[in-house]
């Protein structure tokens, strides 16, 4: 079966600090997505990872991908409250589609 | 250029009832999805167009649901009869070539409510 688990389902961090979102997936891909959902609007593409070891930055933002593990983070340094949002990581297994984790909303605390 | 467009943003309806979504692609984007994310779950592909033909309807949960797509322009996906469990926001996206090199673009999505 496809599947990409993500997890934390929530993350609640105060300003500044840094952390850790973790997406897992079942079976080999090479294509990795981050996408931000901001409340009522569309997913805005963040990432795309297309080899292992791939590692892609912008802002506080880091995305990175080991296939071998089967497994991406997207890292956020020194928070800031315009990151709030929900994220999603997608993993394209070669069928023409995507398959989506459950999301991580990410709340940040002045 | 004007991007992956979805009618209506909200729909509440009743049990039993029909709702049609619709969806205007970008311009020139034979590739059209629909997806869904069911409260507090995952986004799950429900079905893929080429131009105006389905590609993969795998991820339609039942008969009740059926997509169009007439002249590979816009898409409509109708409910009916709806039933609770169809409660979620329906995304569309759509992208001009095929997985590769081609990043999908999505709509707001519609969140569909039924009582």
């Known amino acids: 079966e496809l599947k990409v688990e993500q997890n934390p389902l929530f993350l609640s961090m105060q300003e500044g600090k840094n952390y850790t979102i973790y997406c897992n997936y079942s079976?080999?891909?090479?294509?990795l997505y981050w996408y931000r959902q901001d409340p009522g609007k569309s997913l805005e593409s963040l990432f795309v990872l297309l080899s292992n070891g791939a590692v892609k930055q912008e802002g506080r933002l880091m995305a990175s991908l080991d296939t071998k593990a089967r497994l991406s983070t997207l890292h956020i340094t020194a928070a800031v409250h315009d990151l709030s949002a929900t994220y999603f990581c997608a993993v394209d297994f070669g069928n023409e589609k995507l398959t989506f984790g459950t999301g991580t909303r990410l709340t940040i605390i002045p | 250029e004007a991007g992956v467009t979805q009618f209506p943003s909200h729909s509440v309806i009743e049990k039993g009832q029909t709702v049609t979504l619709r969806c205007d692609p970008i311009?020139?984007?034979?590739?059209l999805y629909w997806y869904r994310r069911v409260m507090g779950k995952e986004i799950k592909f429900l079905l893929h167009f080429v131009k105006e033909s389905k590609q993969d309807e795998s991820g339609m949960p039942n008969n009740r649901f059926l997509a169009e797509r007439t002249g590979g322009t816009y898409s409509t996906l109708k409910v009916q009869p709806a039933e609770l469990e169809d409660s979620g926001v329906y995304f569309c996206?759509?992208?001009?070539?095929?997985?590769?090199?081609?990043?999908?673009?999505f709509g707001n999505g519609t969140r569909l409510t039924v009582t």
């Open positions: 079976t080999t891909s090479d294509r």
């Open positions: 996206a759509s992208s001009q070539g095929s997985r590769v090199n081609s990043p999908l673009h």
């Open positions: 311009s020139g984007h034979d590739n």
